[in-house]
């Protein structure tokens, strides 16, 4: 069983100026658990096309159910491959993320297209996919709900994260994101989903022991 996901959003910059964003949107100050970026293989293909795969290191902290799981270093570090195809033809970019490190715990593939607004060709659109999976034996549902919220909370950090990296870009400094301006909704729905993964983590492991 995989839990996916779905959303779309938008930054107000033109697609060039959140291409070059995209780039350089390591370090800032909603980014501090990306730990290491490396360029694995950049290439240009015959129809001009920017294909890039980079390896990122980040923190990423591990339940305490589910430490017990994982060798100590790696509860705590995660390795993810980031592929990504510039077509500037079309304007449009595609980046495809899966993480390497304790995939057999928890698997999260990520799917983006970044395009012109129709509405506004001045902002970007982004389209954003998520495959969240899980192989532990009476677990799974738990980690899957666990992985989807901390996936949710992510989507924040990284659209203030470009929207940090396009201000200043443009010579800017805002006090308040448009990430920030989020709907409480939306941040009740991401507890919830929290908070239901923290009890069926509970009911899980109750019934491995019975």
């Known amino acids: 069983m995989v839990k996916y996901f779905s959303c779309a959003g938008f930054l107000k910059g033109t697609w060039d100026q959140v291409c070059v964003a995209f780039w350089q949107r390591y370090p800032n100050p909603y980014s501090n658990h990306v730990l290491t970026e490396d360029i694995i293989f950049r290439e240009v293909t015959p129809d001009n096309c920017l294909v890039s795969r980079r390896l990122l290191t980040k923190t990423s902290r591990a339940p305490r159910w589910a430490e017990k799981f994982l060798p100590s270093h790696m509860a705590r570090k995660a390795y993810i491959i980031e592929d990504s195809v510039v077509n500037p033809k079309d304007k449009t970019m595609v980046t495809f993320t899966w993480n390497i490190s304790h995939a057999r715990v928890m698997s999260v593939e990520e799917r983006c297209v970044y395009r012109v607004n129709p509405n506004n060709s001045n902002w970007t659109e982004i389209n954003r996919e ?6 532990l034996y009476g677990l799974s549902r738990a980690v899957q709900e666990f992985g989807l919220a901390r ?4 989507i924040s950090k990284t659209m203030k994260g470009f929207e940090y990296v396009l201000a200043r870009m443009q010579g800017e400094m805002p006090t308040r994101t448009l990430a920030e301006t989020a709907t409480e909704k939306a941040r009740e729905t991401a507890l919830a989903a929290k908070e239901k993964a923290k009890d069926l983590a509970s009911q899980a492991q109750k019934k491995q022991y019975v």
């Open 130 to 135: 998520a495959w969240i999976s899980s192989s």
């Open 151 to 154: 996936f949710k909370n992510s």
